[in-house]
């Protein structure tokens, strides 16, 4: 199968590296005209929309950038969708958890069903794609949190967590990059439709992050542990962060389920040190 993936950056590589036959492209998704002749050119059996801006270097940067961020994560999502419909092509786009904050309601945690609560202005203009494709047929969603992976990046929860003195203390869901890459196959290949929270089952925070990046790569980093609430006050973040846990049951259904965290975890901080310093 030919997939071609719209979005070059640390996901839309991973993705191309991991599934045979894929094409990683460069286009501008909110350019219909470029989209079209990029599917006409490389004759795709699905396409993979990993293109967005999440902001340099956090979210915070799309709170200046509003224009940007919407055109790459409205109007670039719709506009792939439309060119994918007329050429009756399966679309799976890259979504975010993200979107929702704090606890939910249900003791699993929030659902793909569920109504979002989007706080800064990247979730909504996430969330605002999500709501529009989710009704259209032959499309996926794929929502993520706070990508791990083996491979260091600027993109990578790891690297983004070491530069920083004050970490917040919160439980999350997250996604390993390893497992994920697995998931989007599956979907792919199932032709599934729909929004699929690709969270690896049970809760991290970040000290357990970086208790594991202190055992296995950098054994004298520190860092202090504090709110979300203290954050906010000091002035080190300008809008308040997405905490929070989702339920995966739907990728379960499919027979797609992700490893546990507390097997997931350990493993991409082990691969993640062989990488960096060799063992």
């Known amino acids: 199968m030919k997939t071609l993936i719209f979005g070059k950056g640390m996901l839309g590589r991973r993705i191309a590296d991991y599934l045979p036959g894929s094409v990683l492209s460069s286009e501008d998704i909110t350019d219909p ?35 940007e961020t919407y055109r790459s994560n409205v109007v670039g999502p719709l506009a792939l969708a439309e060119v994918c419909a007329h050429k009756n092509l399966y679309l799976l786009h890259m979504g975010s958890g993200c979107i929702f904050y704090g606890r939910s309601p249900d003791p699993v945690g929030w659902r793909e069903e569920d109504y979002a609560n989007p706080v800064s202005f990247y979730a909504r203009t996430k969330y605002s794609a999500d709501l529009i494709l989710s009704k259209l047929p032959n499309i996926s969603i794929v929502r993520i949190r706070m990508p791990i992976d083996s491979l260091p990046g600027s993109r990578n929860l790891i690297d983004k967590l070491v530069q920083y003195k004050k970490i917040v203390s919160a439980d999350n869901s997250v996604t390993v990059v390893e497992d994920l890459l697995k998931v989007i196959e599956g979907v792919v290949s199932q032709r599934a439709t729909g929004i699929f929270h690709a969270t690896n089952p049970g809760v991290m925070r970040h000290e357990n992050l970086l208790g594991l990046y202190k055992q296995y790569v950098d054994p ?28 995966s049951r739907r990728l379960e259904e499919l027979g797609l389920g992700m490893r546990h965290i507390s097997v997931a975890l350990p493993d991409v901080v082990k691969k993640y040190a062989a990488v960096v310093i060799g063992t």
């Open 33 to 67: 005209i470029a989209i079209t002749w990029e599917i006409m050119r490389h004759q795709p059996d699905a396409v993979i929309n990993a293109a967005g801006k999440t902001g340099r270097p956090n979210v915070d940067w799309c709170e200046e950038h509003r224009e």
């Open 220 to 247: 004298s980093h520190t860092c202090e542990f504090t709110t979300p609430e203290d954050l906010l006050r000091e002035g080190l973040i300008t809008k308040e962060r997405s905490n929070c846990i989702l339920s």
